[in-house]
């Protein structure tokens, strides 16, 4: 039973940082392409960041140069460290796993898998 469970999520002010978590269980990371998404409250779902199971990142123009996607595949978590937020950061965020990692760069959310239940983000 694969399970994917974020946390991290909070209030801070503009300019401030947060570090997301997603730990995996029935599933090992390394073997996957991992993304971190994101749903503000009247907008569709969007990519943010995401890693090739080789490793290889990619980020949406929005976050480039402020979030940081790792993963400590010994510990099966997943991290987005998120720097400088803004107010339009707010949203909902979920990361998800994918064991095709067809179309990862363009963040394809058919494409993955397995889902979180979501962290809330408030910059305010």
């Known amino acids: 039973h694969v399970q994917l469970v974020e946390s991290g999520g909070g209030l801070v002010q503009p300019g401030g940082s947060l570090r997301l978590s997603c730990a995996a269980s029935?599933?090992?990371?390394?073997?996957?392409?991992m993304g971190w998404f994101r749903q503000a409250p009247t907008k569709e779902r969007e990519g943010v960041a995401s890693?090739?199971?080789?490793?290889?990142?990619t980020y949406a123009d929005s976050v480039k140069g402020r979030f940081t996607i790792s993963k400590d595949n010994n510990k099966n978590i997943l991290y987005l460290q998120m720097n400088s937020l803004k107010s339009e950061d707010y949203a909902m965020y979920y990361c998800a796993a994918a064991d095709s990692c067809v179309g990862w760069t363009r963040f394809i959310q058919d494409v993955y898998n397995y889902w979180g239940q979501g962290t809330q983000v408030t910059v305010s």
């Open positions: 890693m090739h199971r080789n490793g290889i990142t």
């Open positions: 029935g599933l090992t990371t390394s073997n996957y392409c």
